[in-house]
């Protein structure tokens, strides 16, 4: 009888942590690590290629660009809109502006529109120009 409580009693426990976990989960295909391929600007010229080594990384609501700046946003069907840059130290106090992000191809008003997007290809576009990403 006791056996029974046990197993029964780690069921449950087991069920309760899955379904506490699923809110968190990241179900959108942005999500995940992507590496751009290619950047072009306004007039179509190449600014950067897959050997410069820029990687977005999109989980819940946050962007991470090489471990030293992370960015909140909003995602809608259409955009991924960027709330807020802050430099990778710990101090969310104080925001930069997307302004200093341009060398990752952030926009300066820190919009982008979802030209593509699947599980394995991203083609993102702005002010900055159009970047090409596949999931890394």
């Avoid at 060398?103 to 820190?110: A, L």
């Amino acid at each position: 009888m006791r056996h029974i409580f046990f197993s029964s009693l780690l069921i449950m426990l087991t069920v309760l942590v899955l379904a506490g976990c699923d809110n968190k989960r990241d179900s959108s295909p942005l999500y995940g690590q992507w590496q751009l391929l290619e950047w072009r600007d306004a007039s179509d010229a190449v600014v950067a290629t897959k050997y410069d080594g820029i990687y977005y990384h999109f989980q819940l609501s946050l962007l991470q660009l090489d471990f030293v700046y992370i960015c909140k946003f909003q995602e809608t069907p259409d955009q991924i809109i960027l709330t807020g840059a802050y430099k990778n130290n710990y101090n969310t106090d104080t925001p930069i502006p997307f302004t200093d992000l341009k060398k990752y191809g952030i926009p300066s008003d820190g919009v982008f529109h979802i030209d593509a997007l699947d599980d394995d290809n991203m083609v993102l576009s702005g002010e900055s120009g159009t970047l090409v990403f596949r999931k890394y």
